[in-house]
């Protein structure tokens, strides 16, 4: 249902009034806020020309689907009828797996952990235990389960539970030691308990401790076996209400399990050993085993060893039993791995995980308990992992896994989500990835296989990528709201391996993971992909079919801030300003400063993080490295990490930003075009006159980088949080506004440096702050630092959102995955002059570079942390011969927009309001051995704005930045529309996506808000509360994209997608799988006229009889309450918001209506049964005292 937001009205009813809101940049004067219009200029011309088809009944959030493994894992269940699998976790979560394509996620509201899951089997139910001390119904016959009842246990803390096959009544053990039993169908305790007391003996003394099993024996289902956590175990008679068999061992209890004819149970216990119980002589084990423990010389008993944590018994009919169980290994033996050992027969294997186990299940044919079981596999649920074990095979491999369950293989660092993308890109990247899959698998399909799936109306291609710590990249398909490895990318393999005594320089860089993915670039159309690494460095990527053996070519940039005096490097030290028809000239150095002597040795300058390799790679089909660009040291300190990335195929330019400047590189001709701190890009138009500042004097001054005051402030809390000195000078042969080509020299070192890790906020990693210092201040450094005194700072702090981080709960779980943050700051009000401005946004357009140019050309609009954007515009040689050999001219425009806050996104619009896409080429393979291929020029797709002679605007520009988002009409550079988004908070992620063949801006705010806004008038289309930011994974992960997709990482290892689309909610639960099929429940084998005469009366156990109201009376009422359910009209809610909803309500009440009908035809034969039986007592009575006379009676 879709919710009224007062907000919004609000909003509308600012955006009409006049005089409220903030003025605009540019030349439109004073405007209005919230999306109103500027008066002036063309703009009325413009808006009569777009028509907006676009309108708040087209949005609506709702969650889809959740991918991944399910975080922090602590029980499991399996329904061997309908072959579906449920895992809880300790947040309350529960994720149901089918088939491929059915997987729900469904949540406790308490949050409390979930202890033990239980399915009704075949039944379409699913009963779970929560740490809260409740019990819960879910309803899996609708696709969004939802609770039915509910069942409170206020006195008693639940440890166990047990559902016997074909029965409504659940067995519940507490830890005070006493069993209820609860009725499945109303959810009501049973008047019948087993007490502790009675259960024991009475000459015991002390207290048994905690159920930890229940089950009932497969040969008399009126036994119930009671295991208590120390050594005792009760075999319960139901009928005669007492204890027909008692067991003692020494030592404690952690599972049991019975062998299939009810004649003897095994139980594991803690000291790593195994017991066999027989019924007929309980007095001690029929035998007692240590499987891993070594057997002593002398004939005693076996050493101790770890607690065997859970076993399963197992009975085949044509060979030995399965004996399997987790843990149990020798104390010796602390390297071991956790383990599963399974012996069968005289052998015993030991298959070891690579995370803890958490609960196991064997999966057997039959689901009755009293029949040989026949196990065909072991699902094993681990910490960070589930796999599941073939034991058909002799060496016992493990089943592929169809499900996504490895997406934090590697810590996520990064995201990207493309919808809509060319549909062969999908079949390409799987052909090329299926190629390096493992093998060894077993040959047979996977035993997980309930529900249904269809593929649903929406068909479009999707593809999600995900960069890693370890520098992996993962191409998903995410197409019809599945997920799917395509192929996966590891970046590292173009640097050389760390060697073992670099580790003192590694550690100056990163603590850890100095391959770490922090943004990546793909433009889908022509196959380029770019990837920023936490090294500050940027690898160049095209795809080729082919395998090739090359060289990787890289490229070193110094990129530094702030100078004094602008220093005139030597003449001789920079060549003159190449003729464009010369060749490329040889690299030099931009840097005038020089090196310096610290107490350490000698300063580190011109050194790259990491070394690129110098041998020939051999690079298998796929995406293949072209270009590798690093940020070298400067004057002693480390590069400061990349804050913005773009390339461009069309133009064969990568630009990249971070907070001391920008570098454009043409990775075409393998050449540094600019590389220059982000003051010099103004030129003269640098709206605050800020002074340069001369360079340090000494590399360890870098940690005093902040605003000094006379209050006691430790450096070491402020020293993460200033930006890093450095500067690029500007070649003064050069003409005006136009800057050299730069080709400096490959260099290859083998050293690879890493910053030290602290915690708390203070500096994490350069991969949670933009601007970190290298180096800890020592006594005589403070010492330097306070020479300046509180009246003369040597800088101030920059209020930049790209170099200040924001302080939320970090746990210790999350703290290695939250040192990936890409921070930004909510206090941006007040812009310092001598503030440090980063690069936050970078875009490739086809556009005006100067305010009212008449005609377009290449350019690269750049935003800054201060809200300002800068237009760069490229001179291109003409025909593709000259694109390889002459030199592009770069000329910084000067132009200047401004907006609140960091700038975040930018996007263009045509005159009648389409999106422009940025220019692309379209792919060709680099390395095709056809002679046709390699000779066909470069297919450039410009996306240009249509330039005709009439006078007039011809394009919008789009700019969002943490705070509002502006439209200007160019190349008049007036603004057009403007809104203020938030003023209390400030903006994570913002896109302009399309959606319904319409353009739109997607907002992610900080305070939870999801907000989209028509374009280009800025008018508010939806405002939803959907997620309070609680930690900063995702502000990290969170991306829009086309269609109304999104998504984001909700736990370490799970991806959520939403959409905003009112269609795909409509649509969402054709789309969904279901999890419940009608199938018929096997038929129990015919037992025998000997065994059904000699093997037990459990068939005709009457449960109902024994536990219901009449017999064993009403629980106390203070024991449990029992709280209703929404379960019942959940899925009539979700189905009315559907296409289909009135359909679903007329086809629910024909069911409730003929469910309501068979009860009074059942009522109705029951009163004629009873009528008749009345009528033939009636007629036996008359016939009985027919001839009798009045005084015979």
């Not at 109103?36 to 028509?51: D, F, M, N, W, Y």
């Not at 007492?242 to 139980?267: N, T």
């Not at 040597?794 to 200040?804: D, E, I, L």
């Not at 979700?1134 to 009440?1149: S, W």
Request: charged letters at 20%.
């Amino acid at each position: 249902m879709k919710k009224f937001n007062f907000r919004k009205v609000l909003d509308g009813l600012t955006a009409s009034s006049p005089g409220s809101g903030s003025s605009s940049s540019g030349n439109s004067g004073s405007g209005t806020g919230g999306g109103s219009i500027q008066p002036g200029g063309t703009a009325g011309v413009l808006r009569e020309e777009i028509q907006e088809t676009l309108t708040s009944d087209y949005f609506q959030i709702c969650k889809t689907v959740r991918h991944g493994f399910p975080y922090q894992p602590t029980a499991l269940a399996f329904d061997p009828v309908q072959k579906i699998l449920a895992i809880g976790t300790r947040t309350g979560a529960i994720r149901i797996l089918g088939r491929p394509g059915v997987d729900c996620y469904c949540q406790h509201e308490s949050g409390a952990a979930v202890l033990q899951l239980q399915f009704l089997i075949n039944e379409g139910a699913l009963v779970s235990a929560s740490s809260d001390e409740t019990l819960h119904l879910w309803n899996l016959r609708q696709k969004r389960p939802a609770i039915l009842h509910s069942l409170k246990f206020n006195r008693e803390r639940i440890t166990y539970c047990h559902l016997p096959f074909q029965s409504k009544w659940l067995y519940v053990g507490t830890e005070r030691g006493n069993t209820h039993i609860v009725n499945i169908e109303s959810f009501i305790l049973s008047g019948y308990v087993i007490m502790w007391n009675k259960a024991i003996e009475l000459s015991t003394k002390t207290h048994p401790g905690p159920v930890v099993h229940l089950s009932d024996s497969p040969r008399d289902e009126g036994k119930l076996l009671i295991g208590y956590e120390n050594g005792t175990v009760v075999l319960w008679d139901l009928k005669s209400k007492r204890a027909e068999l008692r067991v003692y061992y020494d030592e404690a209890i952690h599972s049991i399990d019975w062998h299939h004819e009810g004649k003897q149970f095994m139980c594991s216990h803690s000291d790593g050993s195994l017991t066999l119980w027989n019924l007929k002589s309980p007095s001690r084990p029929f035998q007692t085993t240590i499987p891993h423990g070594k057997s002593q010389r002398d004939g005693r008993k076996p050493e101790s060893c770890k607690p065997i944590l859970k076993v399963e018994y197992k009975t085949c009919r044509n060979s030995e039993p399965f004996i399997i169980f987790s843990g149990g290994l020798a104390y010796d033996k602390a390297c071991r791995r956790p383990s599963l050992t399974i012996m069968h027969g005289k052998s015993i294997t030991v298959l070891e995980m690579d995370h803890p186990i958490v609960e196991f299940l064997t999966l057997c044919e039959t689901p009755y308990p009293n029949e040989f079981q026949e196990p065909y596999a072991v699902v094993v649920l681990l910490e960070k992992d589930l796999i599941v074990v073939d034991l058909t095979q002799s060496n016992f491999p493990i089943f592929e896994n169809p499900y996504p369950m490895d997406i934090h293989e590697s810590p996520v660092t990064c995201t990207a989500y493309f919808a809509d993308c060319p549909p062969d890109l999908i079949l390409v990247l799987y052909s090329i990835g299926v190629k390096h899959k493992k093998q060894g698998y077993s040959n047979k399909e996977w035993p997980v296989s309930g529900g249904t799936w269809n593929i649903g109306a929406q068909t479009y291609p999707e593809i999600i990528i995900t960069g890693h710590a370890d520098g992996s990249i993962k191409f998903w398909d995410a197409s019809a709201i599945t997920l799917q490895m395509l192929y996966k990318l590891k970046t590292s393999k173009v640097f050389e391996k760390q060697k073992i005594g670099d580790g003192k320089q590694t550690s100056e860089i990163v603590e850890e993971d100095p391959y770490a993915v922090q943004m990546i670039y793909w433009c889908p159309e022509s196959r380029i992909f770019c990837v920023a690494g936490v090294s500050a460095y940027v690898i160049v990527y095209k795809f080729s079919r082919h395998e090739i053996t090359t060289e990787i070519v890289s490229l070193e940039v110094r990129l530094q801030y702030d100078v004094e005096d602008i220093i005139t490097p030597e003449p001789e030290t920079i060549p003159p300003f190449p003729d464009p028809s010369s060749q490329l000239p040889s690299s030099k150095s931009l840097s005038g400063s020089t090196s310096t002597v610290a107490s350490e040795g000698v300063t580190k300058d011109s050194i790259p993080c990491l070394s690129v390799k110098t041998r020939p790679v051999r690079m298998p089909p796929g995406y293949q490295a072209e270009l590798v660009v690093q940020l070298v040291w400067v004057d002693g300190e480390p590069p400061q990490q990349i804050t913005s990335l773009t390339v461009s195929s069309a133009y064969g330019i990568v630009a990249f930003g971070n907070c001391n400047g920008l570098a454009i590189v043409d990775f075409m001709q393998k050449t540094v075009l600019l590389s220059m701190g982000t003051i010099d890009l103004y030129r003269s138009s640098d709206p605050y006159q800020r002074q340069p500042r001369s360079p340090r004097k000494n590399k360890q001054f870098i940690a005093g980088m902040t605003e000094l005051t006379d209050s006691p402030v430790p450096l070491e809390l402020e020293r993460c949080k200033s930006p890093t000195s450095g500067f690029a000078t500007r070649t003064p042969e050069a003409a005006p506004g136009f800057y050299r080509n730069e080709l400096p020299a490959v260099r290859q070192r083998n050293q690879v440096h890493h910053l030290p890790d602290h915690v708390n906020g203070h500096c994490t990693s350069p991969t949670s702050q933009s601007c970190s210092s290298g180096k800890r201040l020592s006594s005589a450094d403070v010492s330097k630092v306070n020479r300046w005194g509180p009246g003369r700072p040597p800088f101030r702090k920059a209020q930049s959102a790209a170099c200040m981080e924001v302080s939320l709960p970090v746990t210790t779980e999350e703290s290695r995955e939250n040192s990936y943050n890409r921070s930004r700051s909510s206090s941006i009000s007040s812009i310092d002059k001598d503030s440090k401005e980063a690069i936050t946004a970078l875009y490739f357009m086809e556009s005006f570079a100067r305010k009212n140019d008449m005609t377009v050309s290449p350019c690269l609009w750049v935003g800054t942390s201060l809200g300002m954007v800068l237009m760069i515009s490229f001179n291109l040689p003409s025909t593709d011969e000259q694109r390889y050999t002459e030199p592009v001219l770069v000329s910084p425009s000067g132009t200047l927009l401004t907006l609140k806050g960091a700038v975040l996104t930018f996007s263009c619009m045509d005159r009648l309001g389409g999106l422009m896409h940025p220019p692309y080429e379209v792919w060709r393979d680099p390395n095709s051995m056809d002679d046709n291929e390699k000779g066909r020029k470069r297919k450039l797709v410009m996306n240009s704005p249509s330039t005709s002679q009439e006078m007039g605007d011809h394009q919008y520009a789009v700019v969002c930045s943490e705070k509002q988002a502006k439209v200007f009409s160019l190349p008049s550079q007036t603004c057009l529309y403007v809104h203020n988004i938030t003023e209390t908070s400030f903006i994570l992620q913002a896109a302009v996506v399309v959606m319904c063949n319409s353009a739109c801006l997607a907002c992610f705010c900080a305070n939870g808000h999801i907000m989209i806004m028509s374009l280009p008038s800025l008018r508010p289309m939806l405002d939803v509360n959907y997620l309070p930011l609680t930690d900063m994974r995702i502000a990290r992960t969170f991306c829009f994209t086309n269609e109304g997709q999104a998504l984001y990482l909700v736990s370490p290892t799970e991806i959520q997608r939403l959409t905003y689309s009112q269609e795909m909610c409509d649509n969402l639960q054709d789309m969904l799988g279901e999890l419940f099929t009608p199938v018929e429940t096997p038929e129990a084998q015919n037992r025998g006229f000997l065994k059904g005469l000699f093997g037990g009366s459990g068939q005709t156990f009457d449960r109902e009889e024994l536990f219901g109201e009449a017999s064993a009376g009403k629980a106390s009422k203070s024991l449990a309450q029992h709280i209703p359910g929404s379960g019942g009209m959940e899925g009539v809610k979700v189905a009315a918001g559907g296409v289909m909803g009135e359909l679903t309500r007329a086809r629910i009440a024909l069911d409730e209506r003929g469910q309501r009908l068979g009860e009074l035809e059942e009522k109705t034969a029951g009163m004629m049964t009873s009528a008749e039986a009345f009528s033939k007592h009636a007629h036996e009575l008359m016939l009985k005292y027919k001839d009798k006379k009045w005084y015979q009676f």
